[in-house]
């Protein structure tokens, strides 16, 4: 969440600027401008720059980390759980804010997320685990209609209902999107054990197995599960935060090959 993911001994300004000293070439000036810049595009006035996370309201602090997350302008996005502990009107307003700017910037977005009926909003389209295993996807609307897996069918059956009728276009998709033929994400075969230490009966347990998709240009594929079914292990992998047990992860179709995660190159987490 975005109250775990600031520093709360920096200010709004730091933590921005941080990013493109880091990893840009932007400094001094041409920083301050970038970071004004970044402020603007998520709806926060420049006078909040130097006001510290514990200063801003949890709406705010989560478009301050979509500002971090957009600083050096990336192709290709993971969101997990981004919306975690929001009241349902900051939600609706941050996931507004974040199609509003993937139409704007153009940038494609893996959306993890436990919530299925938020996800059917605004996904192109959308993937189903359960127990490690990918285990349905589909075009969003399919999806809603019931699936074609018995597990799919029972998620669908379990999505509380609302009195009344539901507004529309509260988050519009595009009337046409032109996918391409090149993913920029792709999956093959990815699984991930991880081993328990113990003395006496040291076992195996197989958190992600054998997942393969791929993510176009331009989309929004939501990754939706129950909690332990693999979402978050699946983001840690594609970003080399952990290393897979097994499977290969093409971006933009090559393949970032690591032995351990501290090596991954700069380059590959910019991307």
Known sequence: SALNALNPVLTVREQIEDVLKEHSDLKGKAAEDRTKELLSLIDIDVS????????????MKQRVVIAIALALMPPFIIMD??????????????????????????????FIT??????????????IMKNGRLVELDKAQKIRSGGKHDYTQKLIRS????????????????????LGEQPILEVQNLSKSFHDSGIFNPRSIDVVKNVSFQVFPGEIIGLVGESGSGKSTIAKLITRLIRPTSGDIFLKGSNKKVSEARRVPLEYRKQ
């Open 81 to 110: 759980e981004p919306t975690t502990a929001l009241d349902v009107i900051v939600e609706r307003e941050i996931l507004a804010k974040i199609i509003e700017l993937r139409k704007e910037l153009g940038f494609t977005i893996l």
């Open 159 to 178: 999505l509380p209902s609302a009195s009344g009728p539901r507004e529309k276009g509260l988050l519009p998709r595009p009337e046409s999107l032109d």
């Open 114 to 127: 436990h919530d299925l009926n938020l996800l059917l909003e605004f996904a192109d389209r959308v993937a």
């Open 48 to 59: 909040r720059l130097d006001s510290y996370p514990h200063q801003l309201s949890g709406g």
